[in-house]
């Protein structure tokens, strides 16, 4: 696969986007709009230092409540500098160099060709971090085969398998339908997890506002077909977009209810979020070297000689 009638996706635009941008609103041209440590993933991804962050620009979905909308497409802005495949494999080595616990490739699916080609180039210089594959689960099997054999950890969203709750939340009514033949395939190729030797999947999913039911029929379904293969990490923190504040937070007892419900279908192996811990604000603002909160996140030093040509 190339990117000359792009079949990356499961948009299947097949725009030549070495002269036109695809629906994720991307050239050929690999863009990233930061890279560095960030201590806000899961522990096992995070390690002790951080986990390396690469955020590529541009993205398949384009959902409404997109915390990253600054550089998905949600907000039209583009966020990002434009780099070559021999320096995105120079920053893969810095962030090794720099004490990253894993390589995590956010969002980086329209990019896939020129990531396995910066990561054969990375691990032939002695690369050997373990890769995190962090993805909205919108994805195709087929071109995510041609990048598995680099990737040690799915880091996967499965947001909903509901049709409306997708329509609603995701912008894309057919994105319900896309996660299963996905998380299917990954299982058949990593049937087992194990975060120790970072190995596996770990699947998140996002307690959307008015939309317990659907997170009900997703817990319902992970424990009968996948709790024995990958671990779950249940997000409650639902941060509504920009000038759209009508979406009620978690309530306790709704909170309750899913403990409950995971205790009842056995799921034991993840992450819950606490929705108690409400005073960090985990909004990214990419117009900044630092996004994230100072405590959470170190730019990379060879990224920020990039931005700074």
């Known amino acids: 696969m190339d990117y000359s ?16 941008l695809g629906v994720c609103r ?12 960030h201590r806000g993933e899961e522990p096992p991804i995070t390690g002790e230092h951080g986990s390396g962050m690469i955020f ?32 995105l494999t120079r920053l893969m080595l810095s962030l090794e160099e720099n004490g990253a616990a894993t390589l995590n490739l956010v969002t980086g699916t329209h990019f896939i060709p020129s990531i396995i080609k910066a990561l054969k180039s990375a691990k032939k210089e002695g690369f050997s971090l373990p890769v995190v594959w962090n993805s909205s689960g919108y994805e195709r099997v087929e071109a995510l085969s041609e990048i598995d054999e680099y990737i040690d950890i799915y880091l996967l969203d499965c947001k909903t398998l509901s049709k409306k709750t997708a329509s609603r939340f995701c912008g894309r009514e057919k994105y319900a339908e896309t996660i299963i033949p996905v998380m299917e395939a990954i299982k058949a190729w990593h049937p087992h997890t194990d975060l120790e030797k970072m190995k596996g999947t770990l699947l998140r999913h996002l307690v959307f506002p008015g939309e317990l039911e659907s997170t009900f029929q997703f ?18 923190q639902f941060v509504p977009p920009k000038g759209n504040p009508g979406f009620s937070p978690l309530s306790e007892d709704e909170y309750d209810s899913l403990v409950e419900a995971m205790e009842t279908l056995g799921i034991d192996d993840g992450f819950m979020q606490d929705p108690s811990d409400d005073d960090i604000l985990w909004i990214p603002d990419f117009t900044r070297d630092r996004p994230f909160p100072e405590p959470f996140a170190d730019p990379d030093p060879y990224f920020l000689s990039l931005k700074g040509r």
């Open 219 to 236: 817990l319902e379904y992970f424990s009968r077909h996948y709790k024995d293969n990958f671990y779950l990490s249940l997000m409650t």
């Open 26 to 37: 991307q050239s050929d041209k690999v863009r990233i709009a930061w890279s560095g440590l």
């Open 56 to 87: 590529f620009t541009g993205c398949p979905l384009h959902c409404p409540y997109c915390q990253n909308r600054q550089i998905s497409g949600s907000d039209g802005l583009n966020i990002g500098i434009d780099i070559t495949d021999e320096e």
């Open 5 to 20: 009638s792009c079949e990356l996706c499961p948009n299947l635009c097949r725009v030549d986007r070495r002269t036109a």
